[in-house]
Every structure is written in C-alpha cells, then in structure tokens.
C-alpha cells in the first residue's frame, strides 16, 4: 500500500515510467539482433546452397579471350606503340584470358607517305620485343593482315617475329584448343581464317582471298572440333563482306558461334560499331582498331552463348598510371525464370566476370530503389547474383538496363556500374545501320556491279551518238551533244579505248611480289606460276574511275554541251582548269611510279590513260 502511495506522487509516476521505457527498449533490441543474426543465418546457408549449386551444375562453361586488331606498329616514338607495350605486359596480365587474337595488321609497312608499301624490319622487331614480356602462359595467336604482307612471299618477317609464325601450307587448318577446368569438359576451339596472301603482293590487297585449299582444311578443322564436342570461335583479319572465297564462306563459318575480325576501322568513323548476324546464322563482329580508337575486346563464351565488349584505352597520366580505367565488368549470361505459384514474381541469375588490378572485398546489385543484393563470387574474376525484382519487370533487356552494380575495392574505394558506364558490357551494342551493311553486304559484288553501270552508261551514251535513230527517247539537246561527239570518229575511239581499256588491257607488267614477276590484269592476277582472282583490283578500278575516267568523260560532255561560241569564253577557260585539276590529281601515282617504282595508286595505268586523255582534250579542243 505505501509503494502504491508513493507512485501516486508525480515524482515516483515519472521514475517508474523511465524504468519501464529502458526495460521495453532492452526487449526490443534484443529481438531484433535475435531477428537479424537468424536473418543471416538463413541467407548464409541461402548463399552457401546457391555457391554449391553453381559450382555443382554440369554446365558451368565458361571461358574468356581477348582481341586486338589493327595496331600498325611503328616506331617507339608513336604513341600507340607504346601503349601496346603497356597493353601486353599490364593489361592482359590482369585479365588473364584463355588466349589473345592478334587479328592482323600488327605493323604499318608504309614509305614515302604511303606511296610506297613494304615491310619494315624495325616495325616488326619492335613487336617481337613487346610480345617477349607477355606472360607466356597465355596463348598469343597473332594473324597477318593485308599491312603484314604488303611486297613480300611467305609471310616471312611474321614467321620470324611473330609467337603463330608457324604457317606453313595448311596455315588456314592451325587451330588452339583451350582447355580449362572452367569450361567443365566442353573445350573451345579457336580457328584463323587467312585471307592474306601468300605472295604478299604491292598492291591489291584490300580484299581478301581464301583459296578452295584452305576452304577444305578449314571445314575438316571444324568439323574435327565439333566431333570433339568443341566450341568453335573463328578468327581473321577480313570481314567476310571483303573475304573472296571458292565457296560459300559464310555457310562454313556459322558452323561457329561467333567470327571476330578488324581491318574496316570503323570504316573513317561511320561505323563505330559493327556487328551482324547473317542469313546462315553466322554472327560477325568487327573490332575496329587500336591503331586510332585505342580499342581492344573482352570476349566471353558462357555455356554456348557468346558475349563481348570493347574497351578503350587512354593515354596514361603518368609512367605509374594504367591506360585502362578500372574496373572492367562483362555480363556473361542472364538466365529468367517465372515463380510457379506467382506468376507476377520473376527472377534473374546473371552471371559476370569482374576485372580489376586491385582485390575486390565485395560486390553488390540492385534494381532501382530495392534493396541490395550480394554478389557471390565464384572464382577468379566469376560472379553470380540472383535478383528478384519487386515491381513486374519480365525481360532480360529491362533487367540489364536498370541494374546497378557496386564493386568495393581493398582499398575501400566504391565504383558504381550501370549499363551507360564506359567499361561495362551490360549487353551487346547497338550496332550503327550502315556498320551492319558493311558486314552483310559483298564488297566485291557490290564493287563489279558499281562499275559495270558506269562503263555500261558511258558506252551506251557514245552508241547513241552513233546510232541516235535508236534513242529517240533522249532528248534532242542530249542526242545533239552524242552525236557531236561521235562525229569525229578518232575522238570516239579514243574514248572508247580510254574507257574499256583497263578492262581489258594489262595494268602492270613487272615486279608484283618480293622477286616474283608478273602481269595485272581487271580480270586476273598471274605472279609466281599462280592465279589470282580478278576481284582483288576492283577497289583499285573503282578509284580509278572516280578520280578519273568519269570526271573525264563528263568534262568531254560538258564541252560539247557548251560549244565553241566566242561568247562562251570564260565556260570554257572553266573547263580547261576543270581538265588540268583532273589531270593534277594524276601527277602523285605517275610521278610515285616513275620516281619511286611504286604501283600503289596504279602509276603505269593512269600514265597511259592520262596521255590518252590529253590527246582527246587537245583535239576536242581544236575542233572550235
């Protein structure tokens, strides 16, 4: 009674409530770290099961290369070339992958401002002192490109200085096969497709050639491969759009999963994204370079499915910094699945691989404003995580693109990576429309087609001068013009042997490769006791016929159209300085040609059609 006495008075009321507040404060905090350590509990044993599950699926295959392309070494001076020194011997060691594609063009091979292409042998042994500080255990499968084999038989000076100088008649067939304990018991095949030639010739080999050889030890190399159960991954320098083969390429190739190849560059900048998947499942992916964009490409093949990005490697601040920007993070695989009992509830497994020079301590995902999930590491550079996003979100592409991925250093520091983040593969790229239609098109189709409309035209235009009874659809001002053309029959002849000449014609008669002697024709190349396809001068036509043939005849059109009045004087001082511009732009390959023996802009050629041309010019012009 006096205690119940004493708590009516305001002071005892106020102690036993402070009493009683710590007593319900201690009641609570006790439940909930006997909430929370059981909360751990349970996902420990969640992460523990999930670990177990991965590291016990029959399919865990996973493997991861690298590849680099267009690097056109040289000399130590070009800042290029030193960042691929550094790329060698800091950045592949941090990755580690299974192999490196070197896919062509490692050195420069150009004198004189590119008038002159030919085989440097400091360029090449500045790269064979780059590639010696490469960590060995790492294949290094480097190719030849168009740049490596510029005047030269055998790709001799690649033999030499390169790590898979090895080619010998069946260079096409040499595959690498990685096996890993990653990849579970299914192996990956890598198999280089070789366009280059094999009489490296001065000139002409913009496109690419795969001989119906080749083609059969390719195809029995894969075949092989897949009777072993292999993953098969193809790479070259060429792009298949400027590959001409003695079969259907494309068809071999999509026997792959994936072809990697460079030489386009981005094509001037116009495509700085290209990849495709053709008709016959082949799907191409061109790198670009590292020869203006710096760039390099992690490629990983996780149970099948083929997943890559290209990083861009900065100038370095100083002698200690890296030219990469860690960390580098690629998506691999993303697996959905739908709740049975709730069919609004889905959840994703995404799988990736983590680089970074520095100890990672933790890795966190989340979606948005949910709540963080741990990232478990497998092995290596390997994370899994699993997310199940509260809001209705059920396809892969919206996952990828809301993701959110923290990576805590040992150093503490925090970097956060979404899918606009520079060195995050969080899906494919978008690739830009006409890299696309570079990859799909045929280059030498569309090349012949380009000038069998102008060559048809242009002749089409001289016959109606003649037969202008036939054309009567022209109208009478055009058929005019033909037919003043076409009367001085000299004049009409000339154009017409201007015109079809390099069609028919030899080009070049002399040296073609290293002492090899041969002839140049539109319509096949004879050097060395072999053949080759008349496809490989139609980039050097097409160029011949831009910069001179057609300006030419349109200029003789012109002067036709305008006549020899007196009053048109000043149109026609216009069009001689037209004609000397035209002829100006010819003064570089002639001179090149005369001075220097060189053939790269075909001197010989625009010597003879250049002299043709004045003599017309000269004659039409007498005509007034």
Known sequence: ???????????????????????????????????????????????????????????????????VSDIHIQDLKDVKSSMFQSFVEKTVSVIKPASVLVTGDITNGKYQGGLVLQQKAEEWALYEKFIKKREKSIPWLDIAGNHDTFDEEGHAHLKIHGVQGAFGSSRTAMGTRITSHKLN????????????????????????????????????????????????????????????????????????????????????????????????????????????????????????????MDVHATLPESADSDIVSWPILLITNTTHTENNEDSMKHEFRIRFLLFDKEPISSVHAWIKDETWTQCIHVEGPIYVCSLSPKHNVRYTE????????????????????????????????????????????????????????????????????????????????????????????????????????????????????????????FWGIFVGGETLPGELTYPSMVLLIVTLQLPFFVLVCLRELIGYSPNNTDSLKKLHMLFLSIVGVQVVPVVAYIVLDSIVLEGPLRLFLTILATTIWRRHSRQG
């Open 398 to 521: 919206d996952i990828l693109r809301s993701i959110n991925i923290e990576v805590i250093k040992s150093s503490r520091k925090k970097v956060i990576m979404t899918s606009s983040s520079p060195n995050a593969g969080f899906g494919r790229q978008t690739a830009t429309l006409f890299g696309t239609f570079l990859l799909l098109i045929k280059m030498p189709n569309l090349l012949f087609l380009f000038i069998a409309i102008i060559m048809s035209f242009c002749c089409c235009l001289l016959y109606a001068g003649i037969r202008s009874n036939l054309f009567r659809i022209f109208p009478r001002k055009i058929l005019d013009l033909l037919i003043g053309i076409s009367k001085d029959r000299k004049i009409l002849i000339s154009l017409l042997i201007f015109l079809l000449y390099p069609l028919i014609g030899p080009w070049y008669i002399g040296r073609l490769s290293g002492s090899q002697r041969g002839t140049v024709f």
């Open 185 to 308: 018991g299914q192996n990956l095949t890598l198999l280089p497709v070789d366009g280059s030639l094999n009489l490296g010739l001065r000139t002409y080999n913009f496109l690419g050639y795969v001989n119906r050889e080749e083609m059969n030890q390719l195809d029995g190399a894969a075949r092989d491969a897949h009777s072993r159960g292999d993953v098969v991954i193809f790479y070259g320098h060429y792009p298949t759009s400027t590959l001409i083969s003695s079969g259907d390429l494309r068809e071999l190739l999509a026997t792959g999963s994936a072809y990697f190849c460079g030489h386009l560059h981005t094509f001037f900048g116009w495509a700085p994204t290209m990849w495709a998947t053709h008709a016959t499942g082949l799907l191409e992916v061109e790198l670009g370079d590292w020869y203006t964009r710096k760039r390099f490409r992690i490629i990983a093949v996780d149970n099948g499915q083929v997943a890559w």
């Open 1 to 67: 009674m006096a205690g119940l006495l004493r708590l009516s008075y305001p002071r005892g009321r106020r102690l036993y409530v402070f009493v009683a507040s710590l007593l319900l404060l201690y009641s609570i905090i006790l439940l909930a770290n006997r909430s929370r350590n059981a909360n751990l509990k349970i996902l420990e044993k969640k992460n523990i099961s999930i670990i177990s599950q991965i590291k016990n699926e029959s399919n865990f295959n996973i493997t991861w290369l690298m590849q």
